[in-house]
């Protein structure tokens, strides 16, 4: 895919930097619509951990991976691997990193303080 189409303007976003990862926010009824773009080289417990303050990522990511690859590790040892083009479902409490040499862009759905909830996604 090209990665130049989906790095571009994205009209009525917010886009903030956070741990060098890209985010671009549309409000779109009761859900946000977010571009986050993982570059090379990311991993969440290296870059965010210290940021956000918990051991593990706490979001529940919902979306389509549209470039890239990622893998995701659970406290419990459980590694997922998502390779685009991929949908994407991601229980809370988890480490991820970017796999490769391209940066990963998530295309995600959410509820902010919701999405567990809403999508079903909490993990037993």
Known sequence: MDTNTLLGPLKGATRREVGG???DVVQTG???VKRIVYPRGFRWSSNMKEIVGTPLCMH???GFLASGEFDIQYADGTVEKFVAPQAVA??????GWVVGEEPAILIEFDFEGE???RLGLKRG
């Open 115 to 117: 999405t567990v909830e």
């Open 30 to 32: 009761n859900a946000r």
């Open 90 to 95: 991601i229980a809370p409490a988890h480490d």
């Open 60 to 62: 529940a990511h919902v």
């Open 21 to 23: 990862v890209i985010v």
